[in-house]
């Protein structure tokens, strides 16, 4: 469908969109983590909204046009099991409008798990998202996990001054993804973005299906790892080797489909580097 068919299009009967004017900046909060005042399902607090500077339409809080949704899920086939395997997804419009992305985790060296999958969702919405170009200064991202909303908003500092161990002295489970996770929180904070956790119900949740749809995604079929790298600057950095990564540069592993050409750097710059002769995208 074409960007003017788009808005011409007919609103689908199950709801309806309004369009946002330009509003001052809000006060936004200090936490992560999102707390309704009333346990209401996501529809009763934000509804479809279209914005005049792009053909996005997203799930904008009805007291707040500068505060978006996004859905997140991961699922894991054999959860626990050496061979298991995981995917993530993500709604962040209505599906009237766009598919659901769905990300099959990488094959990385780690076992694959729930949690895994869970925590690779959220990376990738925030390594995807331009939602200050498009408006927005807070993303709520509304998940069943309550291991990723408790982690961010309880455990994670308490993790990080313990030299990355948990309360009983063991290592902490995904630190790598925790890791990576912290310096997406930091970026968009940088770029004036608040991002908070809501846990809700998985009946509300309407990235669940497709989750387990991308962990039914052939080992074949996906990247092969995550290994660290540095870019220019000396930034470090997760880089991720896709398993066609000899082939030339091709459109982008971004929901907002950006060019992914060599490693992207967290700034956002494309660098030409190489990793082992491979291409590779830096995220």
């Known amino acids: 469908m074409s960007p003017q068919s788009l808005l011409n299009a007919p609103i689908p ?126 993303v709520v991202l509304a998940t069943g996990s309550e291991y990723l909303v408790n982690g961010v908003s309880r455990w994670v500092e308490k ?18 993804l925790w890791e990576l996770l912290l310096l997406r929180l930091k970026v968009a904070e940088e770029k004036g973005i608040c991002v908070q956790f809501w846990h809700i119900p998985r009946e509300w949740n309407e990235a669940e299906a497709f989750a387990k749809e991308a962990a039914g995604v052939p080992v074949g079929d996906r990247e ?16 991720r080797i896709n398993r066609d990564a000899r082939m030339s540069p091709r459109r982008g592993s971004g929901w907002n489909g950006g060019k992914s050409m060599a490693m992207m750097g967290v700034d956002g710059a494309y660098r030409g580097d190489g990793v082992e002769g491979r291409m590779g995208i830096c995220v």
């Open 159 to 176: 993790w990080q001054g313990n030299g990355w161990k948990t309360s009983g002295g063991r290592d902490v489970a995904n630190r790598d």
């Open 13 to 138: 009967p199950s709801f309806t969109t309004t369009t946002t004017t330009t509003t001052p900046p809000e006060s936004l909060p200090t936490t992560h983590l999102f707390t309704p005042s009333l346990p209401l399902p996501p529809s009763s607090l934000f509804h479809p909204t279209r914005t005049p500077s792009n053909l996005n339409i997203r799930f904008t809080s009805l007291t707040s046009p500068t505060a978006i949704l996004a859905f997140i899920a991961g699922h894991c086939h054999s959860n626990g099991n050496p061979t298991a395997l995981a995917g993530s997804s993500a709604v962040i419009n209505p599906l009237a409008w766009g598919p659901a992305f769905k990300w099959p985790v990488p094959v990385d060296g780690f076992p694959h798990t729930d949690e895994r999958a869970e925590l690779y969702a959220a990376i990738r919405v925030l390594e995807g998202g331009a939602f200050r170009a498009e408006g927005y200064q807070r």
């Open 224 to 239: 092969t790892r995550v290994e660290r790298g540095v870019v220019g600057g000396g930034k470090p950095c997760l880089v």
